[in-house]
């Protein structure tokens, strides 16, 4: 079986890495199946479906906040949330929490999708997570789970067991490079 000679290794060129969106496309609200996700003017605002489900709120500074509403009677009904501490170049998610009956796995999906093109946008490069029995969430964005020594000790200290983090979309990265950055 032949080998690539593109690489790294080989001198070659490294191959191009996935482009980083603008801030502003990063941060467009977006539809999907009738659910609306945009980032919260004010973080606060999902603070209620946090504490319906019981899932701690952080005690610092939030740096980034989304939320999922759908049509309610007369106006729109927050149902999802997900809000972000940051630390240099890692993020800590806390949830996303979804109180909706019909597809939840999917309405968090989205709003993971949404704050990590809005993390990377801004320079983000590693996202923790806490599990909150979300792995297929997780995996499916390419979290690896991960030992809390890893979190920057600005992020360390956060109730919950079990941590998972995120580096470009892919599986294929080290505590090793974690470190070096």
Same mark, same amino acid.
């Given at each position: 079986?032949?080998?690539?000679?593109?690489?790294?290794?080989?001198?070659? !060129?490294?191959? +191009?890495? =996935? %482009?980083? #969106?603008?801030?502003?496309?990063?941060? /467009?609200?977006?539809?999907?199946?009738?659910?609306g996700y945009r980032p919260l003017p004010d973080a606060? $605002?999902? *603070? #209620?479906?946090?504490?319906? +489900?019981?899932?701690?709120? %952080?005690?610092?500074?939030?740096?980034?906040?989304?939320?999922? =509403?759908?049509?309610?009677?007369?106006?729109?009904?927050?149902?999802?949330?997900?809000? &972000?501490?940051?630390?240099?170049?890692?993020?800590?998610?806390?949830? #996303?929490?979804? =109180?909706?009956?019909?597809?939840?796995?999917?309405?968090?999906?989205?709003?993971?999708? &949404? /704050?990590?093109?809005?993390?990377?946008?801004?320079? @983000?490069?590693? =996202?923790?997570?806490?599990?909150?029995?979300?792995?297929?969430?997780?995996?499916?964005?390419?979290? $690896?789970? @991960? %030992?809390?020594?890893?979190? %920057? !000790?600005?992020?360390?200290? *956060?109730?919950?067991?079990?941590?998972?983090?995120?580096?470009?979309?892919?599986?294929?990265?080290?505590? *090793?490079?974690?470190?070096?950055?």
């Open positions: 079986m032949a080998r690539s000679r593109t690489g790294s290794r080989s001198g070659g !060129p490294r191959p +191009a890495a =996935v %482009p980083v #969106p603008s801030l502003a496309s990063a941060t /467009v609200p977006r539809v999907w199946q009738g659910i606060a $605002i999902a *603070r #209620p479906l946090f504490d319906f +489900a019981a899932v701690p709120w %952080p005690e610092a500074d939030i740096a980034l906040s989304w939320g999922a =509403v759908t049509a309610g009677n007369g106006g729109e009904r927050l149902v999802g949330g997900v809000v &972000a501490e940051r630390s240099g170049p890692a993020m800590l998610l806390h949830g #996303p929490v979804v =109180v909706l009956e019909t597809e939840p796995l999917e309405v968090a999906s989205q709003l993971v999708a &949404a /704050v990590l093109d809005h993390a990377t946008a801004t320079g @983000v490069v590693t =996202v923790f997570a806490r599990p909150q029995s979300l792995d297929r969430v997780w995996v499916r964005f390419g979290f $690896i789970p @991960v %030992p809390e020594s890893t979190l %920057p !000790p600005a992020l360390a200290g *956060r109730k919950g067991a079990g941590l998972y983090a995120w580096r470009g979309g892919s599986a294929l990265w080290t505590l *090793r490079e974690a470190s070096r950055d």
